[in-house]
């Protein structure tokens, strides 16, 4: 149990986020949210607004993803043309688009996913008041509050993103490093020195009020760096130097050999570029150094991606697509460059129109790529559905069909239906304190039950229960929910697997209890007051036999009965297939068994020839498996016979 829990991960943190909307929309508003180590509030107020207008689903969710991710596409445009040219802001923005980091980004519900706009508006401001600089000093109007108007808001737009994603923390160095080249190369004129300051005084005013909470709140704001970094010995093991040179060479390595290796940020190793795009992105790389010496804009573009991999570099996990997206979107302009190059290349060799040809064909192998390896590759990934919670979202939508109320697995919003009278859901506390997908997709209600929390009455005779227990701890003190007089079914629910397991194991088993109907006399009666109500015989599709047997025990049974399921030829000397086992799937043996009860027990037998009802025999028993002591079919009078019955 404990190597379980512990090796779940942290796959649930962005529906925790859903949580925390709940709260806020609750009157509970947070300025920092300390679940999952501390989180930035401003992604999770966004999402607090969706799931006011679209309820506890997925979509809303995600929906603020999209919009943001749009949104980054528009301002990298705008913000290529400031610093460059408005091709070069198009191809940025065509890049960005297309780029499968970017595209994931923009449909699952990371916080991580503000950082990028946040960095694109205060680049793209910023490089606005640099232009009017040099359009008002021509003018000899420096002083001016059109000039200082866009740094003000670049300062703005800077202090917000410390309130999306930690990453941002490390911002600060790269412009240091940049304000120091500025000054070296001595292109800080006065005017650009009173508009730098103007920039910081209003992020310093925007980032106050954060500065001041963690003062207050040192280990809520700060504990998570510690935890990642590679200065733990229990992530450096003993070697922080070797660490720091193997995650430096992984994370220049993220753009073209090897990215991040969790489903739930990239395509498992898929680096940020394909090989065409990479080509030009070396290029571009390759012009901003050249042209860095004398053009600020392509020195800072290279400062910028170098000082924002700083994140993954000193973290575990390298290179890890949340920690280094920082980069996105500068580190699309060396692409776009290179791209730019290319087309003035091939336009004066050749017309602007093929050239511009040749460039949307390279932009088409990247769309290519990205719809193959996310929507195709990515999509079939057995693993995939794990990282994401898929087995809590089919407990969640379980329930929620169960009740009647809440998201029901499709449509993009939550319906607030009427509950289905008779009805009550009850859930191990496992499935529900600790699953915050859970708990953010199914809504509170009166026939809800989590055991060990609520007080609230037991099931009675007649209700209709849904009972999802936790497989790996003692079932029997629970079952006692289901009302007596109920016809109980056991299944096993969705798989889950963490971040360290190499396999997915069983997340929750299903009991079902519903009012038995009146049955006639039983089909079969075995000693120790077991009798055969019933049964079905199905051939599915793949030609597998279902068996479904309707067992019921008239007294309380003390011992656990193994049953079985043969089937035979006609003369009964040959089994062609069998199951035996505990009976429910081994989750309900015979000792809990509660007299009136009905039990329906299934069993799938797979054959090695088609089922015939003229040559085949199904044999229906029971044995105690320490003693192989087969329980005799009863006759009329009582009297044992034989050790199985045969079904028709």
């Known amino acids: 149990i404990r190597d379980v829990e512990r090796s779940r991960g942290l796959g649930d ?31 999770i107020y966004l999402v607090a607004l969706a799931v006011g207008l679209l309820g506890r689903s997925p979509f809303a969710l995600r929906m603020v993803s ?40 923009s449909r699952v519900g990371f ?11 205060a680049v793209w401001q910023g490089a606005v008041g640099m232009r009017r600089i040099g359009e008002s000093t021509s003018r000899r109007r420096a002083g001016c509050f059109s000039t200082r108007s866009p740094w003000v808001m670049a300062g703005v737009f800077y202090g917000l993103s410390f309130y999306t994603y930690t990453a941002a923390r490390f911002t600060p160095v790269a412009l240091a490093v940049f304000v120091a080249y500025l000054f070296l190369t001595r292109r800080a004129s006065r005017v650009a020195r009173i508009a730098l300051g103007s920039a910081f005084l209003a992020a310093s005013v925007t980032v106050l009020p954060l500065v001041i909470y963690t003062i207050a709140h040192p280990g809520v704001v700060l504990g998570r760096p510690g935890q990642v970094s590679i200065t733990n010995p229990a992530i450096n093991g003993g070697d922080p130097w070797g660490t720091l040179g193997r995650h430096l060479v992984r994370a220049l390595g993220l753009f073209f050999w090897r990215g991040d290796f969790i489903p739930r940020h990239n395509v498992p190793w898929r680096p940020l570029f394909d090989p065409l795009t990479a080509a030009f992105f070396v290029v571009g790389l390759g012009i901003c150094a050249d042209r860095g010496r004398r053009q600020p804009a392509y020195a800072f573009t290279l400062i910028w991606i170098a000082t924002l991999l700083l994140p993954t570099i000193l973290a575990e996990d390298a290179p890890h697509f949340l920690r280094a997206v920082g980069i996105l979107p500068v580190t699309i302009i060396p692409a776009a460059v290179g791209l730019e190059a290319g087309w003035q290349w091939l336009a004066k060799r050749t017309r602007p129109g093929l050239a511009s040809g040749v460039i949307v064909a390279v932009l088409a192998v990247t769309v290519g790529s990205t719809t193959w390896d996310y929507f195709g590759r990515h999509a079939r990934n057995p693993e995939l559905g794990c990282a994401f919670e898929a087995g809590e979202v089919q407990l969640a939508v379980e329930v929620n069909r169960f009740l009647g109320t809440g998201w029901n697995g499709s449509g993009l919003t939550a319906t607030a239906g009427e509950l289905l009278p008779g009805r009550r859901a009850v ?74 397991e190499t396999t997915p194991h069983l997340l929750y088993v299903v009991f079902t209890a519903t009012p038995a109907e009146a049955s006639a006399a ?22 597998t036999l279902r068996v479904r047997l309707r067992w019921q025990a008239t007294v309380a049974i ?13 003369d009964g000397e040959r089994v062609l297939a069998q199951s ?24 799938r037998l797979t054959l090695s020839e088609p089922y015939d009802p003229a040559r085949h025999r199904l044999r229906v028993g029971w044995y105690e498996l320490q003693t192989m002591y087969h329980l005799p079919v009863l006759d009329e009078n009582g009297q044992p016979g034989d050790e199985y019955a045969i079904l028709e």
């Open 66 to 105: 999209f919009f943001v991710g749009v949104l980054t596409v528009a301002v990298t445009v705008a913000m290529g043309r400031m610093l460059f040219s408005r091709r070069v802001g198009l191809l940025a923005g065509a890049v960005l688009a297309v780029t499968l980091w970017h595209v994931h980004l």
């Open 13 to 43: 943190v962005y529906k925790r986020q859903g949580l925390d909307a709940l709260d806020v929309l609750g009157g509970d508003p947070s300025f920092y949210f300390p679940a999952n180590n501390g989180r930035e509030p401003l992604f």
């Open 558 to 570: 003390a011992t656990d009965y193994t049953v079985f399921v043969h089937l035979v030829d006609m």
């Open 427 to 500: 859930l191990a506390n496992r499935l529900w304190d600790q699953r915050p997908t859970v708990r953010f997709l199914v809504p509170d209600s009166d026939a809800l039950t989590i055991l060990g929390e609520d007080t609230r009455p037991r099931p009675v005779p007649g209700e209709t229960v849904f009972l999802a227990l936790w497989p790996y701890e003692d079932l029997r003190p629970y079952v006692e929910w289901l009302p007596a007089g109920s016809l109980i079914t056991v299944r096993e629910g969705a798989l889950e697997q963490g971040d360290l």
């Open 522 to 543: 039983p089909e079969v009666r075995f000693a120790e007051g077991l009798t055969l109500l019933g049964h079905d015989i199905e051939v599915e599709a793949d030609g």
């Open 580 to 603: 035996d086992g505990y009976p429910a799937g081994g989750y309900y043996p015979t000792s809990w068994w509660r007299p009136g009860d009905v039990i329906l027990d299934e069993h």
């Open 111 to 121: 916080r991580a996913v503000l950082l990028p706009l946040f960095i694109a508006l």
